[in-house]
């Protein structure tokens, strides 16, 4: 049996990763998204995830429900297991990772490729405005977060700019997700 490669789609705060995403998987040919467990606050939205409070995750997590798990912007970030389910039913998984667990995700899943988003500080500061979905505080929090590198090791890295129009980022993954695959 195939399983769907997965996708990791990784980058800075406001770099565009859920809308790129999102695009990718509209497009109906056999890319879905991947649905997160996040202790996110109320009100914070965003992305379709499943938002969970601390004891739930804290159940999940010695549960055996996530694959894998991290913290960042004072949130806790799960992977449920059920995508093992999803890998066989569809072409590719997409999935919002934080860069800390991508080596461990390499593992994991085998076929398993990263799209590093890039954009420059301005733009990325430019679009957290524009999305105004934090505090002041966790904007910048989450802009000093932008420096941080991929991890050493990484077998699949495709990096393309955002700071252009979002479908020209989507034609430039499809491509080269085509050249990987060929
Ligand atoms: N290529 C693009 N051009 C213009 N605006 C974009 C582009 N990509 C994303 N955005 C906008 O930037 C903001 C942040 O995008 P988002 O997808 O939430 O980023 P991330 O998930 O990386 O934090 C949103 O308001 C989104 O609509
Ligand atoms: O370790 P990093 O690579 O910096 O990533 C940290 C977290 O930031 C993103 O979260 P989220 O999608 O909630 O935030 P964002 O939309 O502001 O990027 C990403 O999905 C990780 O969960």
Known sequence: MTLATVIAVVGPSGVGKDSVMEALAARGDGLQLVRRVITRPAGEDGEVFARATEAEF???????DFLLNWDAHGM???????????????????VNLSRS??????ELFGDFVVVSLTASPEVLAARLDTRARESVEDRQRRLD????KLPEGLRRVIEVDNSGALDQTVQTILSRLQCESA
């Open 58 to 64: 804290d159940a999940g997590l010695a549960a055996g």
């Open 76 to 94: 806790r970030y799960g992977i449920p297991a059920v995508i093992h389910d999803q890998r066989r039913q569809a072409r590719g998984l997409l």
């Open 101 to 106: 667990v991508l080596v461990d995700a390499q």
């Open 145 to 148: 977060r932008a420096r941080l």
